[in-house]
């Protein structure tokens, strides 16, 4: 139980074009998920965090005008990299929380990320 | 300063070595810590978590909060080369492993035969 996937697992892009990544709850319905950025040998770092029917909540430095976030329905959150640029070239994770019932633990679980190439 | 500090590494160590990870921390109000394991290419699973200070054990790993000195550490015991691996230390503010999470940069491991 408790699996994230994500869709595309990779992916490359032309500068100036647009990328929509796919973070899903499988087995779960998840209250919130997250998005993170990981460069190499870098942290993760927490770009937004999304709850199903509301707007994202953005972390401080991070555009989004650029990243648009979708928590269309309680399996399935979009990171869309608009007007992608070369330095967005990075591991991209989302996480997603559960909600509360028998059986589930309170922790995150990611997905397996995406890893996006601006050419 | 950022909030969490770990050492990138690498580290190699031999089959059935202990391993010691360790991550520093500056802000007190981290209630909740954690450890996660990240394969290359894929994302973290969590490990082990901790609430406050103590120790935890769980199987061949034992993770310590010292919450006085702002420092966490993780051991690995009879480390075996499926221990090769990113390790992420990551806390939280808010309590619970719900809310935002602050990751250290993670340290390499390489356990070898």
């Known amino acids: 139980g408790a699996v994230v996937s994500q869709h595309p697992s990779w992916v490359i892009c032309k500068s100036g074009t647009s990328v929509k990544i796919e973070c899903r709850s499988l087995d779960f319905q998840a209250t919130t998920m997250f998005w993170y950025r990981q460069f190499p040998k870098q942290s993760l770092m927490l770009m937004a965090t999304?709850?199903?029917?509301?707007?994202?909540?953005?972390e401080q430095g991070v555009e989004k005008d650029k990243f648009l976030i979708n928590h269309a329905s309680l399996t399935l959150s979009t990171l869309t990299v608009t007007s992608a640029h070369p330095e967005d070239s990075s591991f991209y994770i989302c996480?997603?929380?559960?909600?509360?019932?028998?059986?589930?633990?309170?922790?995150?679980?990611f997905g397996p990320g995406t890893r996006l190439t601006v050419t | 300063q950022k909030e969490v500090e770990q050492d990138p590494g690498p580290l190699s160590v031999p089959e059935g070595a202990i391993v010691s990870l360790n991550c520093t921390y500056s802000n007190s109000a981290f209630q909740y810590f954690m450890w996660y394991r990240q394969y290359s290419r894929k994302g973290p699973e969590l490990l082990m978590y901790?609430?406050?200070?103590g120790n935890k054990e769980d199987g061949r790993f034992t993770a310590q909060v010292d919450k006085s000195s702002k420092y966490i550490s993780l051991f690995i015991r009879d480390s075996q080369p499926s221990d090769s691996a990113t390790y992420l230390c990551?806390?939280?503010?808010?309590?619970?492993?719900?809310?935002?999470?602050?990751f250290g940069r993670g340290t390499q491991l390489t356990v070898w035969p």
């Open positions: 999304s709850n199903e029917g509301s707007k994202a909540t953005y």
């Open positions: 990551a806390m939280s503010d808010r309590g619970s492993t719900l809310g935002r999470l602050y």
């Open positions: 901790t609430y406050s200070s």
């Open positions: 996480s997603a929380t559960a909600r509360r019932a028998a059986g589930w633990t309170d922790e995150q679980y």
